[in-house]
């Protein structure tokens, strides 16, 4: 029934992963990311490399792999400005959540995506949202995505399918799912051109990637990477 | 139970209407507007206009105004841009859509609201969307408004109402909305200081207001007026 789709595609782990999984089903595979003046310009880097390198080593999604969309949404960074910052700030931080989170995010990279999605005749919105890693923001919850899905399909007055691939999976199996889709040349790929790392260091080198190592970006690919390594030489012993 | 609000304010007849919808209600009203590469800059101008008439002629509600927000969506233009049209250019045609049509622009617009008035404390959106005049557009529809209430409040875990005071009203009950909240005073604000005229023609002045009295906007601005004094005439006839 779903034959297009536009992955939401930032460059980093799981979102390479979500369009391993577009790329393993649908015929035409589009991509698009938002720039609004991310940490570091490694994050966009990062995406050009991964989508050269899913041409070079995957013929077979190479064919289906279609424009890559970057849209400007600095209006992002006006809305976490302190001075637009009421008394909400004591709440937030209560929330756990930090003081630059820019409430709703993910909706407005949805509502986004599916205007372009729209104008593009793409059908399926697939994105890395997981309630699993970190249930902390409201707008990656399954809840939200569902009534996404709702307002945008009645907004836009055309059907779209938003799909969660990753949305109950932690970070280990997030590692087993692109190894199912792309095998050891996906999981190479991902471990040596995505990035996590919330300082944007390249310099060091880990079993699981690039990455300081210690920032939480970092700590949870390291310790789902470790799971995922685990799964593997368990189920690689001999039997008996 | 409501007491702040934030009203999309974009300096024409209906979200004027709207903003003294709010203003009569609330004890605490802010205003939000778009710059999108308008047609006209005589948009802009307009709602700082009507914000300043507003104070100097209603005292009590210029007490409960607070601060104004102008974000920049320059992204709109890029994803109106033909070139990121595909084959949907003849479907969106038959649909009656121009080809200027940003699909799902007011989700972004109501998404953005969301996000400052989760920041400045505000519990309402006030828009001025109707499906009485231009029931064309997906994005102004009540089911719309309805899915989007439940995807901006599960996405930034707090509660928001979007009140559409001119959903179910037409431009003459719009004109007696205006009458019933601020008097003729305000029919007076609202003839001399809002814009709709879609060639941004402050020239040329009629009873209803400026504008060129030909495209699709004077139209409709004109016809409402026209029922509406029509019916204030029959009103102040003698009875009998």
Redesign the interface.
């Known amino acids: 029934m779903h034959t297009t789709a536009l992955v939401l595609f930032s460059g980093g782990q799981d979102s390479t992963t979500c369009l391993a999984y577009a790329l393993s089903r649908y015929e035409r595979v589009e991509t698009i990311a938002f720039d609004y003046g991310q940490r570091h310009s490694v994050e966009l880097d990062a995406r050009l490399n991964v989508l050269r390198e899913i041409k070079s080593a995957f013929p077979q999604w190479a064919a289906r792999l279609g424009e890559d969309?970057l849209?400007?949404?600095?209006?992002l960074g006006?809305?976490s400005e302190t001075s637009?910052?009421?008394?909400?700030e004591f709440k937030m931080e209560a929330?756990g959540l930090p003081n630059t989170f820019?409430?709703?995010?993910?909706?407005?990279f949805l509502?986004?995506a599916?205007?372009?999605a729209?104008?593009?005749?793409l059908q399926v919105l697939v994105t890395g949202v997981c309630e699993t890693d970190f249930s902390g923001y409201?707008?990656c919850?399954d809840?939200?995505m569902k009534?996404?899905q709702?307002?945008?399909s009645?907004?836009?007055?055309?059907r779209f399918l938003i799909e969660t691939p990753l949305m109950w999976i932690d970070k280990a199996a997030t590692w087993e799912l692109a190894r199912d889709l792309g095998g050891t040349a996906l999981v190479d790929l991902i471990v040596e051109h995505t990035h996590t790392c919330y300082l944007g260091d390249r310099t060091h080198r880990h079993a699981w990637g690039y990455g300081c190592g210690e920032c939480p970006a970092c700590a949870l690919r390291s310790k789902g990477y470790a799971g995922f390594s685990a799964s593997l030489n368990k189920a690689s012993l001999p039997a008996g």
Chains 1, 2 share one sequence.
């Open positions: 969309h849209l400007d949404l600095s209006v006006k809305v637009l910052t009421r008394d909400t929330n820019v409430p709703g995010r993910n909706l407005l509502t986004l599916a205007a372009v729209y104008r593009r005749g409201p707008d919850r809840d939200t009534a996404m709702l307002a945008l009645l907004g836009m007055d055309q």
